[in-house]
C-alpha cells in the first residue's frame, strides 16, 4: 500500500513538472509582431501568372542545360581514357589512367547532380499541366533520362573494350552504374507539383511569405514564421510570380481542418435549426 501512494506521488510529482515545463516554454515563446509589405494588388490572369511563371524558371533551365552538357563532355573524356583513343603523358599507365577516367566520371556525377537539382527547381516554380501526362512525366523525369545518357554508354565501351582487363572493367562499370544510381535518385523528383494544382492555389486573397524560401503561408501566425520579422503579403498568385512555388503545408493541413469543423458544425446545429422550425409551425 506505501508503495503504490509513493509511485502516485511520484506520478504526480513528474505530471506537474511537465506542466509547468509546458507552461514556461509556453509563456517564453512571444508572439512576433511582424511588419507587412504589400505586394502585387492587382488581379494577374492566367496568362500572365504562366507567363510570370516561365520567367522565373528558364534562368535554372539554361544553367541545368548547360551543366548537362558538361556531364556528357566528361563523360566523352572518360570513354576516351578508358579505351586508351586519348592518351596524355600521365594516362598512359596506372595509376594515372583510372585517375583520368574515375575523375571524369565524379566531375560528370556533380554536374549531372546540380544540373538536375536546378532542374527540379525550375519545374517546381514553372510546372507541367497533368493532363498532357506525356509532357508532365518527361519533364519531371528529364534528369533521371539524362542520368541514364551520362553513364550507360560508359558502361557500354567499358563492357566491350578489348583493351582492358576483367578487373578494370569490373571496377568501371560498378563505379560508373553506382553513380547512374546516385544520379537518378537526385535528379527523380519524388513531389512534382502540376500546373494544375498551382493554378488552383493561386485564387487565395490574402497569403504570407519571406524574402527567401519557397513557400507562401496562408497563416501569418504559421509556425514557421515565428522567427521572421518582416513578411511580405498578397495574393497568391503574387506569391507565385515573386518565385514562391507551393503552399506551406502546415498551413494546408490547418485550413482543411478547420473547413472540416465548420462541416462538422454546420450539421450539429441543423437539427436544432429544424426543432426550432418545427415548434414555430
Known sequence: MADKKKNDAAKEAAKKALEAAAANRSAGRKKIEHTYTQVGQESTSKEELLAATRKNALPYRIFAVILWILAIGFEVFAILFFTHTLELSFTTENPGWTISWAVCLGLDLICVIIGSLLWKKGNHLDPAPAKNKARFWIQNNFGVIVSVLAFAPFIIFALTDKKANKQSKIIAVIAAAVALVVAGLVSFDWNPVSQEEMLENAHIDTVYWTASGTVYH????????????????????????NGKTRLCKTCEARAAKEAEQLVENTAENKP?????LKISE
Not at 222 to 240: D, F, K, P, R, Y
Open 272 to 276: 436544432a435549426e429544424t426543432d426550432a
Open 218 to 241: 496562408a497563416y501569418d501566425d504559421c509556425q514557421h514564421l515565428n522567427h521572421t520579422v518582416e513578411l511580405l503579403t498578397g495574393t497568391s498568385a503574387a506569391a507565385i510570380e
